[in-house]
Nanobody, 123 residues
Framework: QVTLVESGGGLVRPGGSLRLSCRFS????????MAWYRQTPGKKRELVAS???????TYDDSVMGRFTMSRDNGRNSVYLQMSGLKPEDTASYLC?????????????????WGQGTQVTVYS
């Protein structure tokens, strides 16, 4: 019911910037917690940043001060502005959405993943 499509990845030199986008196709985008994860081959997927419905954000310590996540509920999109990029930022960046719905005594968990967009930082 929900699909996520990322874009904006590419090749960049250390210290450079990129802006990633994630388009959400589905209903009630504004009710979802949105996040960016990244994954390197052979390494566990890690949470980079998240943003709640009202705009509250969290960041991993490794990107604090360099990355900024935002959402545009009118466009059903989230963004990740990355600056001061480092080689260790190289990864596939994946968009993620999640929400919990309670219907009477039952709780339903929903989550969706995008396919990822590659970011490569090279010197």
């Amino acid at each position: 019911q929900v699909t996520l499509v990322e874009s904006g990845g590419g090749l960049v030199r250390p210290g450079g910037s990129l802006r990633l986008s994630c388009r959400f196709s589905g209903k009630e985008f504004e009710t979802y917690l949105m996040a960016w994860y990244r994954q390197t081959p052979g390494k566990k997927r890690e949470l980079v940043a998240s943003i709640a419905s009202g705009g509250t954000t969290t960041y991993d310590d490794s990107v604090m001060g360099r990355f900024t996540m935002s959402r545009d509920n009118g466009r059903n999109s989230v963004y990740l502005q990355m600056s001061g990029l480092k080689p260790e930022d190289t990864a596939s960046y994946l968009c993620h959405s999640a929400k919990t719905v309670r219907r009477g005594p039952e709780i339903y968990e929903y989550e969706y993943w995008g396919q990822g967009t590659q970011v490569t930082v090279y010197s």
